[in-house]
């Protein structure tokens, strides 16, 4: 048997050395941080913000080098705006109309996708009470809406699309939630989301076909509805970051759109109180799935697409009908570029 040298030896078990403490120094080497981020929501929970606690729950956020510390319920789409263009919270969600008014005015917000390709709101009233089955049947009714925020864009517009104005109808300035009001009999219709207000609404007020509803979007209010907004300074400062965001945010959005009852089991699981509303919030992605999620952009480019096009549409119905009072720079209210990169599930 040949016995290796005292140099070959020698060699070998430096080699070994060597090798050893190199593992050692890749395990001792920490692993990159995730990105802190903050999410800022338009109004309390509501179906279409599963997306937010499905990518947290499922660990596609951190999959992305993501950490989202933190899920914070809003006042109103206007005040979202205002937070995410001040820098409060990196990524919101919000009435995406309101995000061009508030751009018109100097708020540096942008919308990243469009979750509602097209307007979810509707003029909504109890219709045992009273039948709406055009816009002019709201003449005279007591009528209940804050004056600022999505619902009262979405009031202006539609008055004015349908040849009234908030005179019209006897308006009764209240605090949302308006459906209280209306359930109570204190006024006799209301602005609200097919996707948010009628599921719960239905519920209280005796079930499917106990409300009467006016879809904007059937009678002249053509505009996106809610999405995923963040800051001018965030896609400047931060590209790569948004990009990671995005992408995560549409993988948990796919995973809403294909398994809903597992999705409100998750938002449930990370707000419970609000179990005893799980059919409630079932029915409002399910009324998003039927008639908001999906469109010939989200087709061609995948779910939360937006176009050009749509958003000069979106910007032209609020100015046309004096929801907004000057027009803005379309191509800097959107960046489109993240959900096409983002490879979304096309549908």
């Known amino acids: ?61 951190a999959k992305h080098g993501i950490e989202v510390t933190a899920i914070r319920r809003g006042t109103g789409s206007a005040n979202t705006m205002r937070m995410i263009g001040a ?20 708020v540096p917000v942008v919308a990243l996708a469009a979750v509602n390709q097209k307007s979810p709101m509707a003029m909504i009233s109890i219709a045992a009470k009273h039948k709406l089955t055009k816009p002019q049947d709201l003449k005279g009714l007591n009528f209940a809406v804050q004056p600022s925020g999505s619902t009262y864009i979405f009031t202006k517009a539609f008055f004015a699309a349908n040849g009234m104005t908030e005179e019209d109808v006897k308006r009764a300035t209240v605090s949302p939630p308006y459906e209280n009001y209306l359930l109570l009999g204190r006024v006799d219709a209301v602005p609200g989301y097919i996707d948010a207000e009628v599921p ?43 990009q990671r965001f995005v992408t995560a945010y549409l993988e948990a959005f796919k995973a809403v759109i294909e398994n809903p009852a597992e999705a409100v089991d998750i938002v449930i699981k990370a707000n419970p109180e609000y179990a005893p509303k799980r059919d409630v919030l ?61 490879n979304a599930l096309r549908r």
């Open 282 to 342: 079932m029915k409002q992605i399910e009324a998003d799935i039927a008639a908001s999620f999906f469109s010939e952009d989200t087709k061609a480019n995948g779910i939360g697409a937006m176009s050009k096009e749509a958003w000069e549409s979106t910007t032209k119905t609020l100015l046309d009908q004096g929801a907004m009072k000057q027009p803005i720079d379309v191509s800097a209210a959107l960046a489109g570029q993240f959900v096409k990169a983002a």
């Open 200 to 242: 719960e609404l239905e519920a209280k007020a005796g079930g499917p076909g106990s409300l009467s509803i006016l879809l904007g979007s059937d009678w002249g209010y053509k505009a996106y509805g809610s999405g995923l907004i963040t800051s001018e300074k965030m896609i400047a400062d931060k590209p790569d970051l948004v």
């Open 1 to 61: 048997m040949t016995t290796p040298s005292r140099r070959s030896l020698v060699t070998r078990l430096a080699a070994v050395g060597a090798a050893t403490a190199l593992l050692a120094g890749l395990a001792a080497t920490p692993a990159a941080a995730a990105d802190q981020v903050s999410v800022q929501l338009d109004y309390v929970v509501r179906g279409n913000h599963a997306m937010f606690f499905v990518g947290q729950a499922k660990g596609l956020f």
């Open 87 to 106: 820098g409060n919270a990196e990524f919101g969600f919000g009435d995406l109309p309101t995000l061009a008014i508030a751009r018109s005015q100097n």
